[in-house]
């Protein structure tokens, strides 16, 4: 037990499931957070047995702003010191050009992608100025840093990470709290099956020909910026499958899906 606690939004599968068993293997306590309350408490639980580590199942979603404070404002006294927060809760919704574009998944990939890393750090932030110490790593993506065709809002809202990452950094120096951002490219989790809204075959394709990464690729990660020394931080992390050269430049193609 290294005792640090750390809180991961959507730790219910993919990315954060893995940032959660990776900083459990460390020996941090956990405060794992999602909207899936059978799955988020499963997950707890089994963490908790095979880490022999305290872990806190939250449920709440990113985009509602009430959820949020009071979730975090409620916290038992056991879990109030967040020394690590993980924005990793986020998604992409369909593929496609702006004027063919849906408008409620415009809305929801901004709500979560953007304004639930705005919540969540906001109501998380204080206890880290007072404490003066805090670390916060934000999952963005080789969308924050390239734009491909019909990926538009899902793209802008990874640029809008990146943005607020840099924000974050120049805002949190004067308090000692350091601001990770770390850019995943192509990861095979459930968040091709969720961009095309539950089509089995459309997601398996994406991965198709090529190896992507895994979530476990991405959680080493997390653990190595948070384990560096109190002097060291990571300010920008890009992580490619080695068959992915750039967004769109790679032995897959992901419009095919599309
Ligand atoms: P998954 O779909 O596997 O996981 C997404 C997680 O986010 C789930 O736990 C989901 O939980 C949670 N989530 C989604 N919406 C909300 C919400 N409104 N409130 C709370 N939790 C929410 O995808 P990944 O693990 O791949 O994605 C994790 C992050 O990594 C995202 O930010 C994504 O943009 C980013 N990323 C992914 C890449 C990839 O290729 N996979 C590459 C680059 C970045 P639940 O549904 O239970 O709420
Ligand atoms: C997810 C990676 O390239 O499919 O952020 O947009 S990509």
Redesign the pocket.
């Known amino acids: 037990m290294i005792n640090k606690t750390a809180l991961i939004?959507?730790?219910?599968?993919?990315?954060?499931?893995a940032c959660a068993e990776s900083l459990a293997a460390v020996g941090y306590q956990l405060i794992i957070?999602?909207?899936?309350k059978e799955?988020?408490k499963e997950l707890a639980t089994d963490l908790a047995k095979r880490y022999s580590v305290n872990v806190l199942p939250l449920v709440?979603?990113?985009?509602k702003k009430e959820e949020v404070f009071s979730a975090i404002s409620n916290l038992p006294d056991a879990y109030k010191q967040i020394d690590l927060l993980v924005n990793?809760?986020?998604?992409?919704l369909g593929l496609s050009d702006i004027q063919g574009g849906d408008t409620s998944d415009w809305d929801?990939m901004i709500?979560?992608?953007v304004k639930?890393v705005l919540y969540v750090s906001k109501a998380v932030i204080p206890g880290m100025i007072q404490r003066k110490q805090g670390h916060i790593i934000n999952?963005?993506?080789?969308?924050g840093k390239e734009t491909y065709p019909k990926g538009n809002v899902?793209c802008a809202s990874?640029h809008a990470v990146t943005s607020l990452s840099k924000a974050m950094r120049m805002e949190l120096v004067e308090h000692n709290i350091k601001v990770t951002l770390v850019?995943?490219?192509?990861?095979?989790?459930?968040?091709?099956?969720?961009r095309f809204k539950g089509d089995e075959s459309a997601a398996k394709k994406v991965y198709e020909g090529f190896e992507?990464?895994k979530?476990e690729d991405?959680s080493q990660c997390v653990v190595f910026c948070a384990q560096l020394p109190l002097h060291v931080n990571v300010d920008d992390m890009v992580i490619m499958p080695t068959a992915q050269a750039t967004a769109s430049v790679s032995l897959f193609n992901r419009t095919q899906t599309g």
Do not use: C, M, W
């Not at 939004?9 to 499931?17: E, H, L, M, P, R």
């Not at 709440?60 to 985009?63: A, C, K, L, M």
């Not at 990793?88 to 992409?92: C, E, I, P, R, S």
């Not at 999952?139 to 969308?143: F, K, L, N, P, R």
């Open positions: 939004t959507g730790a219910s599968s993919g990315i954060g499931y957070t999602a909207r899936r799955r988020i709440f979603d990113v985009r990793n809760a986020g998604l992409a929801q709500d979560t992608n639930g999952i963005g993506s080789i969308a899902y990874k850019n995943p490219g192509a990861a095979d989790t459930e968040f091709s099956l969720v992507p990464l979530a991405i």
